[in-house]
């Protein structure tokens, strides 16, 4: 049989195949959709021994009759049923073994996952240096938003016009 940190590693990966795709799962049992998909991602299936085909057929023989999912244990089973089949040239042991290191420490691999890309124009959009008109006033000069204060008229009530470059100074021309 395997050894322990191998059994560990084999029911490691049966648990994150478990829990991919279905944020309510526990880890605890796999559908046949997961269980496909690590049977297709550890390459138990070959295409000429194996199929997905031959799969199914041993998910569904191993899960309860109503069931709809499998255990650690049935996991195993499965496992049995298409080791000789996808290891022919070996023993019954043997090709267990050896599909249980396929399948040992691996993870879903995420194959066919869109990208975000950023396009030319969505630079240009977002570039804030480019901004003019009253949407310069909501960014500082880093580009970093000012928030409320840039979205909203702050009153002055110092008294002086708006702009003036000697705004403050009356006190102190007053006081000479």
């Not at 990966?13 to 550890?42: H, P, V």
């Not at 021994?49 to 799969?55: A, K, L, R």
């Not at 069931?67 to 049935?74: G, K, P």
Request: charged share 35%; glycine share 10%; net charge positive.
């Amino acid at each position: 049989m395997a050894g322990n940190a191998e059994v560990a590693s084999l029911e490691e990966s049966f648990r994150k195949f478990a829990i991919y795709g279905d944020t309510k799962a526990t880890g605890q049992e796999m559908n046949g959709k997961n269980w496909a998909k690590l049977c297709k991602d550890c390459k138990v299936t070959d295409g000429k021994s194996v199929t997905s085909t031959d799969v199914d057929i041993v998910f569904s023989k191993v899960k309860g009759k109503t069931a709809r999912v499998i255990n650690y244990e049935e996991f195993k089973k499965a496992l049995e049923e298409l080791a000789p089949k996808r290891f022919k040239d070996k023993s019954k042991e043997e090709a267990y073994e050896a599909i249980c290191q396929l399948v040992a420490g691996k993870e879903p691999i995420n194959v066919g996952v869109t990208k975000a890309k950023t396009v030319g124009a969505v630079e240009r959009l977002t570039d804030t240096s480019k901004y003019t008109g009253s949407h310069k006033e909501r960014f500082d000069e880093s580009g970093k938003g000012k928030g409320k204060s840039g979205r909203e008229n702050i009153v002055d009530t110092s008294g002086y016009v708006s702009a003036y470059k000697n705004a403050g100074t009356y006190d102190a021309k007053v006081k000479k």
